[in-house]
């Protein structure tokens, strides 16, 4: 984690820049796993000049920016989607028919984007809509054109599934509020040289917006699977309404806004997709669901992370000799860390080691309600004087005093803090998600031939969890191994230099492909 | 009424009469006769119109011909007849004729447009949800169905997909297992901060503290009951279900329900004989045998003791559990052979 302490300078201003980094709640105002990797990325290419466009929900969700922005940062613009904004005039306006026929195919081939006419250009199809937003097709005509009008009453009737008209009705205009606004930031945008998205979603769409204006390549860089994590909130969410009777209620279905919420992610992030030149994954599974939402797999690889490694190693010589009886989690507190199964595997760990102790190091004040449960949960275990809530901390300082890195999590891509971890000599125990067993047990024979440098237990396993910790903490020749084998293959694989140097190519043939086409 | 109408019809109809019985009967008299009596019924019909109730005076001048009809052709015994029909209907009670309800149309019985059978091809939700090789859409929907239902009968199949390979299916089951855990976590915060209030003052009173705390005893319980809680979790999550329970009886020593309670506490924890004696107390503290019987025939099986299970069971009537239990007792009821496990 490399923030600083918050500052509030104002934001740098410039008329040009090389890369524009599209961002969606994350870098500069969000400090995290995503935020740091920016940070990273700009401040290891000092002869490339960036423009980062943030698009937050609204401006009350973020505090002030959490980093120092590096020198080659030349341009930062905030939008927030979801701010209340100006409304057009209340009256209706008659749209092009023809012009709306192309909306309509649009729709048609993101509901069943495998179903299409043979022929059909996606990429023409998005075009044909988006350029048209300006005037045939604006916002205007979204709200009360008698096309729109015409359309949304069709759709309700053919494929809603939710007897309440109201309800598909704001759904509709909720889910399609942001579109126009992004266009407008797409336009404004100053003269880059090439995009870099590091998720779809809007920011996603927003690159796709920007490459059919500006005519300059896409990069697509994704931590996460943007399509897929949306997928869960929005299945859990409680704020869609279910309106269906009884007998109307098919059990294996979800509610149609549901549905409808879920359709309109895969839509966007099929844009993106389809727009981009380059798209990265972190790791084989998340490319291969990249390809599976709508990926052309020849545009396609993956970079891992990397870690600048000799900011860690210096750390090995600051520990202890006896392994500290400390399990630390390094994260934000939030759902998707599953915090809770860390305390609950604690609560395992000083029933065998009493001398035991639980380090929560990360912010609380994303979720507070769920950094409340975690606080009762640990007082209902009886464990108040065995863990502790650290807050944000410097993992130079932090990590001498650790003897594990805990990783509880439900989700991750490829954590950085394992890396950290690994470079500064600790080794992990962490849940079987994302890429932390190839991170742990090596990825092909060679990677593997290394050793262990922790242990994998599954998802929401709090015995495992505390059975591996225990495992690696009471036998000190045990965890020298895993240590041991984590520098090595933090130094051999995900290295700092390695990453950048396969970016470094990533955007030079980004910014050739601009140059072949504007020749 | 008008009794001065009344009157003069009376007298008009009085008058007709004499005309008939008096003097000569020719056809003039009984023309005269006529004129005076259609006179009196006329006046009848007018004076005992306004006394209808309102629904009856419609139309008027079909009412008016009908009241006159039946003065005029049934003479003097019309008349008194009215008369009397009238004065009978003032006296009894208004009976509410005009109800609000109206008779609606039966609704349209809405039919699901898919068929059931033909969803999960024919294979049960928990071969379908275990299958890695199904298709991930299919089981998706195998998992929707899933959803509502409680931790109880689900759980041990979303614990199961946890480690699926199928990250939505694991993240999906991970939020229905932790919502379900985080609603229960939430009451028993609540009802430990009112707990702690209630402690701190000094008049309340034992029989709302005793209630708190069988509350927090249920709501712990039901964590390691609904198997949201595993390992060492469970145990201390019981413990601590068996100690508020434990704190409850004292406070309230004669709740047979409670020892019930604590007795299928005791029975999770594997310690059957203080199960046993648990249940013995709540029959003497006055808890019906059908609801004691059930637990006790349980621990009986579990020993293997087939015969004290059958008569235990035998003791239960079936009428009176619900019908699952019923079932198994109407089993016991049946199974013949002594000393053999069925």
Known sequence: ?519 | MNPLQFLLALVLEAGAAALLWMGERDVVRLGAYLGVHALACAVLAVTLYPLLPARLRRPPLAVLALLFSLAFFIPFLGLVALLLAVLVMRMLPVGELDTHFRLAAPPEFLLSVREPARLFRGLSIRQLLTDVHAAAPLRTRALNAIASKPARIAGDLLRKLLSDPLEDLRLVAYGLLDTQEKALRARISEQSARLEHLSAEPHASPASHAELLRHLAELNFELVYQSLVQGDVRDLTLAQAIEHAEAAIRLDPGDGGLRQLLARMHLEQGDTDRACDDLIRATEDGLPDNRVLPYLAEMAYRRGDWASVRTLMQRIDPLTVTPRMAALVRYWHASQTAGERP
């Open chain 1, 1 to 519: 984690m490399s923030a600083s302490e918050p500052s509030v300078p104002p934001l740098p201003r410039a008329e040009s820049a090389d890369i524009a980094l599209l961002l969606e709640g994350t870098y500069p105002y969000i400090s995290g796993g995503v935020s740091s990797w920016v940070h990273q990325i700009i401040t290891g290419f000092p002869d490339l000049r960036f423009a980062v466009v943030f698009l937050g929900s609204r401006p009350e969700d973020y505090g002030p920016i959490r980093y120092e922005l590096p020198p080659n940062l030349v341009h930062v613009e905030a939008h927030y989607l979801f701010d209340a904004a100006e409304r057009p005039a209340q009256r209706t306006l008659r749209t092009d028919q023809a012009a709306f026929t192309h909306v309509k195919a649009l729709h048609r081939y993101w509901q069943e984007p495998d179903n299409v006419p043979a022929g059909t250009d996606p990429q023409a199809l998005f075009g044909a809509v988006v350029d048209r937003f300006d005037d045939q097709l604006g916002e205007a005509h979204f709200l009360r054109g008698d096309q729109a009008w015409q359309h949304l009453c069709e759709q309700y009737e053919e494929r809603c599934t939710d007897p309440s008209f109201v309800d598909y009705f704001w759904t509709v205009r909720t889910m399609h509020a942001p579109l126009w606004k992004l266009k407008r930031i797409a336009d404004k945008l100053i003269p880059v040289k090439a995009f870099h998205t590091v998720s779809t979603g809007y920011a996603g769409l927003l690159g796709a917006m920007c490459k059919r204006r500006h005519g300059r390549s896409l990069v697509l860089s994704e931590h996460g699977i943007y399509t897929k994590e949306r997928k869960i909130d929005l299945f859990g969410a409680r704020w869609i309404a279910d309106n269906r009777s009884v007998l109307q209620r098919d059990l294996t279905e979800l509610s149609y806004f549901r549905e409808l919420w879920i359709r309109f992610f895969q839509g966007i992030g099929r844009a993106c997709y389809e727009s981009s030149d380059q798209i990265i994954a972190l790791y084989e599974a998340n490319r291969r669901r990249q390809v599976a939402d709508g990926a052309r797999g020849e545009r396609t690889s993956t970079i891992p992370n990397g870690i600048d490694i000799a900011r860690f190693s210096p750390l090995r010589a600051l520990r202890p000799d006896a392994v500290p009886p400390v399990l630390c989690l390094i994260g934000r507190v939030v759902p998707i860390k599953d915090v809770k199964n860390f305390i609950r595997a604690l609560r395992s760990v000083i029933n065998q080691m009493p001398e035991a102790e639980g380090w929560i190091a990360g912010p609380e004040n994303e979720d507070p309600a769920y950094a409340e449960e975690c606080k009762l949960l640990i007082a209902s275990l009886g464990l108040q004087d065995r863990v502790r809530f650290l807050g944000f901390q410097r993992l130079t300082e932090l990590l001498p005093k650790v003897g594990l890195v805990v990783l509880s999590s439900i989700s991750e891509a490829l954590p950085l803090v394992l890396l950290e971890g690994f470079a500064a000599g600790v080794p992990a125990v962490s849940t079987d998600v994302g890429s932390c067993r190839q991170l742990i047990e090596g990825l092909d024979d060679a990677d593997r031939a290394i050793g262990a440098s922790g242990r994998v237990v599954g998802l929401a396993d709090p015995k495992a969890l505390a059975d591996a910790a225990v495992e690696l903490l009471s036998d000190p020749a045990a965890w020298q191994r895993a240590s041991d084998a984590g520098v090595e293959r933090v130094h051999r694989y995900y290295s700092l230099e390695l990453m950048l140097g396969r970016y470094r190519a990533v955007y030079e043939r980004a910014l050739t492909w601009q140059a072949s086409v504007s020749s």
